[in-house]
C-alpha cells in the first residue's frame, strides 16, 4: 500500500508563494523509482481539477490555471514532489491533493491515479 502526505498548505496573500510537499512511502516501487505524480485542487461547491502532473521521464505539464505560476519538481530525495505555486490568487484557494501511480506517458493529465493524499488547505486572500 501507498501512503501520501501533503504538506505546506497554509495562508497567504494575493500575489505571495506557497510551496507544496507530497511524501510518498510504503511501496518499493513508488518511492524507488520515477512514479506518475498529479496535483489536484478543489473548492468549496466545485468540482476536483487537475493543477500540474509529472510524468515517470520528469516531463511536466500544467493547467491553464497554473500555467506560468505552479512549478512541480521531485525533490532531492526520491518520494518527495513538490509543487511551487507563484504570483497566487484568490481564486487558487481550495484543498491540494497529491495523487500518484506507478507509471504514466509524458503528457499525462489524468485523474485515474491509484493513490492519493488526504489533501492541505491552501487559502489566498485578496
Known amino acids: 500500500q501507498v501512503r501520501l502526505v501533503e504538506s505546506g498548505g497554509g495562508s497567504v496573500q494575493a500575489g505571495g508563494s506557497l510551496r507544496l510537499s507530497c511524501a510518498a512511502s510504503?511501496?518499493?516501487?513508488?518511492?524507488?523509482?520515477?512514479?506518475?505524480l498529479g496535483w489536484f485542487r478543489q473548492a468549496p461547491g466545485k468540482e476536483r481539477e487537475g493543477v500540474a502532473w509529472?510524468?515517470?521521464?520528469?516531463?511536466?505539464v500544467y493547467a491553464d490555471s497554473g500555467s506560468g505560476r505552479f512549478i512541480t519538481a521531485r525533490g532531492n530525495a526520491e518520494n518527495i514532489t513538490y509543487l511551487q505555486m507563484n504570483y497566487m490568487k484568490p481564486d487558487d484557494t481550495a484543498m491540494y491533493f497529491c495523487?500518484?501511480?506507478?507509471?504514466?506517458?509524458?503528457?499525462?493529465?489524468?485523474?485515474?491515479?491509484?493513490?492519493w493524499g488526504q489533501g492541505t488547505q491552501v487559502t489566498v486572500s485578496s
Open positions: 510504503g511501496d518499493a516501487y513508488i518511492t524507488r523509482y520515477n512514479y506518475c
Open positions: 509529472i510524468a515517470s521521464d520528469d516531463s511536466r
Open positions: 495523487a500518484a501511480r506507478p507509471f504514466c506517458r509524458p503528457g499525462y493529465r489524468g485523474i485515474d491515479l491509484s493513490y
